[in-house]
């Protein structure tokens, strides 16, 4: 397996955010985007590409102007989400989901069409990704969320990883051993905690 491919998939994903700050001037830098790589939450449902920034996107927005757009521990996205998603480039097309609200938003073929070279970037990356990661490219898998939004722990018990400049993530195990985590900031790799010892 590759140790540089989450490294590669944290810088396109990077740029790609980059792309939307282009049209959307407020949306605040995404902070650690190798975060967004083999995490996973119960909120979402949508696999990781393009859209699925998009609807980060919306949460970024929600979070630079003070809006409130989920309830029930992150999981259910209201309609000011939906209107977020809406400035974005995204429907959502049924009537809300009971459990998660409007968190099912889809790209609309405009918006396909002003991000189209960065989407296909960005799947080349993703597919570069799952090959070293697998060895096998598995589209079935989804991607539903960072824990850092939410409070689910979606397939495991988290524990705290430290990279060298002493930023923390909360992450489960076998997340981790899948490939490396980077830190954007120091370029170290995140490692699981010690536990102290009690005296």
Request: aromatic share 4%.
């Amino acid at each position: 397996m590759s140790t540089t491919q989450p490294l590669v998939l944290a810088a396109e994903l990077a740029v790609a955010w980059g792309d939307i700050q282009r049209f959307h001037s407020d949306l605040p830098n995404l902070a650690a985007p190798e975060s967004l790589i083999g995490e996973s939450s119960s909120a979402c449902g949508t696999e990781l590409g393009f859209e699925r920034l998009l609807h980060e996107a919306a949460h970024g927005l929600a979070a630079a102007r003070g809006i409130r757009d989920t309830s029930r521990a992150g999981r259910y996205h209201n309609r000011r989400f939906l209107a977020l998603a809406d400035e974005l480039g995204l429907d959502h097309n049924a009537d809300p989901h009971p459990s998660s609200g409007f968190s099912l938003v889809t790209m609309r073929p405009e918006t396909r069409e002003r991000y189209a070279e960065t989407i296909e970037r960005l799947q080349q990356a993703l597919g570069d990704h799952a090959a070293a990661t697998s060895g096998v490219v598995d589209r079935s898998r989804t991607f539903r969320g960072p824990a850092t939004r939410h409070g689910s722990s979606g397939g495991g018990v988290r524990v705290k990883a430290v990279c060298g400049c002493g930023r923390n993530v909360r992450v489960v195990p076998s997340v981790l051993s899948q490939a490396p985590i980077v830190c954007g900031n120091c370029g170290e790799t995140f490692q699981i905690a010690e536990p102290r010892t009690r005296r």
